[in-house]
């Protein structure tokens, strides 16, 4: 079946703009996580829906950072003013209610901000 | 926090050689533990895992035992192949707050396999 996708694949954006990134998690998969990958940092988690509600934002690293899920599906992480800083890939993961340990991870949306 | 912590490496092999990865954390209670690969131009898969102490999780022929009393998870494998190569990641997911099973990542290990 369709794993998790994620769009754009690749994002270049000026300094100060606004980006939005989506995510299909897996049909009928209820946890969704929106994941950072970048050099000095790693893998870092941002946020955790269940559902429709997110709550676990702990990881978001600013207000300029937001995310929603509707119909417990479709996920978009939207940055405000980017900066430079926020230059990573970004990973969604999706997880199915009888088999909690298992997170299945899109291919990311790599952003480079110029 | 919790946190990971695993070789960074790079490490790089010869095909048959025998592959360690070091992985120690450091949590509360008792996570659940995984090792997580990223093959080139892929996305991260779940190689193995383990929920409970003295648990071995493996996979592919890799292994990873779950030691309790010296907290790690270390990877390892008898024949590495260059089809191994990869990134992998050590992981932890401590559930909190109901069904949040958000994970926590070591650094990563680039293995290199050469023919």
């Known amino acids: 079946g369709a794993g998790v996708s994620q769009s754009p694949s690749n994002k270049v954006t000026e300094k100060g703009k606004d980006v939005e990134l989506r995510c299909d998690p897996i049909s009928g998969h209820t946890a969704l996580y929106w994941y950072r990958q970048s050099l000095g940092q790693g893998l870092e988690f941002l946020i955790y829906f269940q559902g429709n509600s997110a709550p676990d934002k702990s990881g978001l690293p600013s207000d300029r950072f937001s995310a929603e899920r509707t119909g417990g599906s479709v996920s978009t992480l939207t940055i405000q003013r980017t900066q430079q800083e926020d230059s990573a890939v970004y990973l969604c993961a999706s997880s199915p209610r009888q088999e909690i340990y298992e997170q299945y991870f899109g291919p990311g949306t790599r952003l480079t901000v110029t | 926090g919790n946190s990971v912590t695993q070789m960074e490496g790079p490490v790089t092999l010869s095909e048959e050689a025998f592959l360690t990865i070091n992985c120690t954390y450091t949590?509360?209670?008792?996570?659940?533990l995984f090792w997580y690969v990223q093959y080139p131009g892929e996305g991260l898969q779940l190689l193995l895992k383990?929920?409970?102490?003295?648990d071995k999780g493996s996979n592919k022929g890799f292994e990873a035992t779950y030691r309790k009393e010296t907290t790690s998870f270390h990877l390892e494998k008898g024949s590495v192949q260059v089809s191994d190569s990869a990134v992998y990641f050590c992981?932890?997911?401590?559930?909190?707050?109901?069904?949040?099973?958000?994970?926590?990542f070591g650094k990563g290990t680039l293995l290199t396999v050469n023919p």
């Open positions: 992981a932890l997911s401590h559930g909190s707050g109901g069904s949040n099973y958000k994970l926590t």
């Open positions: 383990a929920t409970k102490a003295d």
């Open positions: 949590a509360t209670g008792y996570p659940s």
